[in-house]
């Protein structure tokens, strides 16, 4: 241990590298927090060579997880297909559609009597084809607000909104990356402004370890304690609190995504609302989710019905005209030709569903309501999974970086 005119003298000598060390700690601080963000971030896609020897984003690698604990608090907390559909009025549906949908029926109407009985439909004249067109256009509207209010009556037997989120999230990692960035981005950019003052303090503390003993192996030692301390502290000052807390009779303080609940609402409302619960994405997932079949089969129930209406009383002869097998082979490919028109005929209801679901809105109002404690698992996740990992980097770069004030010390020491 050096005496006190020692200590005077050796600062005096070599003050460029006593200066240097709050400022190198401060730059450790800074660019530690930088990098532990962008590591739970990018690569989207695992470089390197798997399992060990390379990296991916912390939230592309746990996709899936990821997706699903975000969809956990969205489906539990904040919405549910029921409220989804239930603002939809069939009606309303029927109405927006109703053009297309004629169309459709018009182009069905044919397609199938074509396939299935080309000589019959030939030979009958055009008023008559017209006729048959217009009966099941007319029917059709009402097949379509029928088949809604079932699926309102039932509708987690046809849609499941946690698979449809988490599909979606899961093919789009760089979309799951922003729900947590874009949630939590002025939380990021206070981690990353924060590691340059911790730093520096931790850099005086070092400087005056150094000046009293000497010791090579302080340098790498305050690195990575400079490294480890500043993720550390930084994360915990993010979410921690979960409510306000006084602390010594000076200040008070609250996490700080927890203190912006209102602006995080109206982001990741208008977030979801715009690239996830959309209403093609809904569509898409009733038309072809895992449950589709179950909508499939309301709609052939329905269409069945309209067929056999249809044929009336002239039903018997017609199943005698063209063959039970063959008439339920008409009433199939009807179905089938409905199922691939919906996603078609559906995208003219965009519009009003857009506004009647009113998804925005709704999870931000939710959103509000959560508990200060449900609140911080919207974000919470994306750090707890791999934090250890993220505080372990950071150590490891401010070793490295004390490594090199070493080298550099001896340096100019010489």
């Known amino acids: ?4 005119a020692e200590i005077l003298q050796d600062v005096g000598r070599n003050w460029p590298i006593y200066a240097s060390m709050p400022i190198i700690a401060a730059a450790i ?64 549906v ?51 607000e029928k088949v809604m209010l079932q699926m309102q009556q039932d509708i987690d037997s046809v849609f499941d909104l946690k698979e449809m989120v988490v599909t979606h999230l899961v093919r789009d990692k760089a979309l799951l990356n922003r729900i947590f960035r874009e949630a939590g981005h002025k939380e990021f950019k206070f981690i990353a402004n924060c590691g340059a003052p911790f730093g520096f303090a931790i850099g005086l503390l ?17 690195g990575l304690i400079t490294g480890w301390a500043t993720d550390w502290l930084a994360l915990k000052m993010v979410f921690f609190p979960v409510e306000p807390k006084r602390y010594f009779g000076l200040f008070t303080w609250q996490g700080l995504f927890l203190r912006r609940r209102a602006e995080v609402a109206r982001d990741y409302g208008d977030l979801i609302a715009r690239e996830i619960i959309t209403p093609r994405n809904v569509v898409e997932a009733v038309l072809r989710g895992p449950l589709s079949d179950r909508l499939f089969a309301l709609v052939q129930r329905e269409v069945y019905r309209l067929v056999d209406e249809q044929a009336g009383f002239a039903r018997p002869l017609v199943v005698v005209a063209v063959g039970g097998r063959q ?3 008409i009433k199939q490919l009807v179905t089938v030709k409905v199922m691939e028109r919906l996603p078609e005929t559906m995208s003219a209801v965009e519009d009003y569903a857009t506004d009647a679901m009113d998804i925005r809105n709704t999870l931000m109002t939710k959103m509000q309501q959560l508990t200060p404690a449900q609140f911080e698992r919207l974000l919470r996740p994306a750090f707890e999974q791999d934090e250890w990992m993220l505080i372990a980097v950071g150590a490891l770069l401010g070793f490295c970086v004390g490594e090199l004030q070493i080298l550099i010390v001896e340096f100019l020491a010489r």
């Open 1 to 4: 241990m050096s005496t006190p």
């Open 327 to 329: 008439y339920q082979r």
């Open 94 to 144: 029927a109405e927006e559609i109703e053009k297309p949908l004629l169309a459709s029926i018009e182009d069905i109407t044919r397609e199938v009597a074509a396939a299935t009985q080309p000589d019959l439909w030939e030979a009958l004249p055009g008023r008559v084809k017209n006729l048959i067109v217009e009966r099941i256009q007319k029917q059709s509207p009402k097949m379509v």
């Open 206 to 222: 070092q400087t005056l370890a150094w000046a009293v003993f000497r010791e090579p192996l302080l340098l790498p030692a305050f």
């Open 29 to 92: 601080g800074y660019v530690t927090k930088l990098v532990a963000i962008e590591m739970m971030f990018r690569p989207l896609e695992f470089v390197g060579r798997k399992p060990f020897l390379g990296w991916q984003g912390v939230i592309p690698r746990r996709a899936a997880k990821m997706a699903g604990i975000a969809c956990d608090t969205m489906t539990s907390q904040l919405i549910t297909p029921a409220e989804i559909f239930g603002r939809l009025d069939p009606r309303r």
